[in-house]
Nanobody, 125 residues
C-alpha cells in the first residue's frame, strides 16, 4: 500500500511563497493537483518517475516548481508569486504507470493510483 502525506500548506499573502512537501513510501511518477471550494480537482504539476520530465498547468508556469528527492522519497512543490486564485486544497498523487514508462509524465486524475489527504493553501489579497 502506497502512503502519501502532504505538509507545508498555510495562509500567505498574495505575492508570497510556500513549499509543499509530500512523503511517499516509494518511488513513483508523481503529481500535484488542487481543488478549490465548489470546483473539481485539477492538475497542477507532474514529474516523471525518472525525474527528467516535468510539466505544469499554464496558470502556474513560471511560478511553481515541482521536484523530487528520491533518496528520501519526497516530492516538493515550490510555489512563488502566489495569487488568491491559487487558494485550494493541494493533493500529491502517485502513479504506478511510471513503472512501465519512467520517462513519461501523467496528467489525468484516472492515471493516478494513490492520493494524499491534502493540505490547505490560502492566499489572501
Amino acid at each position: 500500500q502506497v502512503q502519501l502525506v502532504e505538509s507545508g500548506g498555510g495562509l500567505v499573502q498574495a505575492g508570497g511563497s510556500l513549499r509543499l512537501s509530500c512523503a511517499a513510501s516509494g518511488r513513483y511518477a508523481m503529481g500535484w493537483f488542487r481543488q478549490a471550494p465548489g470546483k473539481e480537482r485539477d492538475f497542477v504539476a507532474t514529474i516523471s518517475r525518472s525525474g527528467v520530465i516535468t510539466d505544469y498547468v499554464d496558470s502556474v508556469k513560471g511560478r511553481f516548481t515541482i521536484s523530487r528527492d528520491d533518496a528520501n522519497n519526497r516530492l516538493y512543490l515550490q510555489m512563488n508569486s502566489l495569487k488568491p486564485e491559487d487558494t485550494a486544497v493541494y493533493y500529491c498523487a502517485a502513479s504506478l504507470q511510471g513503472d512501465r514508462a519512467p520517462w513519461r509524465a501523467w496528467y489525468r486524475l484516472d492515471e493516478y493510483d494513490y492520493w494524499g489527504q491534502g493540505t490547505q493553501v490560502t492566499v489572501s489579497s
